[in-house]
């Protein structure tokens, strides 16, 4: 399976019936903020809460904040 930027967001309410809903890919990392990953890539780590706002933290480019309707 092949890896992108971002992330996608799938609707799991029918765990037979997956399917992706949406996806965000940001803009490449300008400049590295920490010593890791030696390559200049994009790392998120994402929380999405109760009204479907999504926060997204990457690593190189601070936090967004995306809603899903």
Do not use: C, W
Request: net charge negative.
């Amino acid at each position: 399976m092949a890896t992108t930027p971002g992330g996608r967001f799938a609707d799991v309410r029918d765990p037979q019936d997956p399917h992706i809903v949406g996806y965000y890919i940001p803009d490449n990392p300008k400049q590295r903020l920490g010593p890791v990953p030696t390559p200049l890539v994009h790392q998120a780590q994402d929380v999405i809460d109760r009204r479907n706002i999504i926060y997204m933290s990457e690593s190189n480019s601070g936090i967004h904040i995306l809603a899903h309707h």
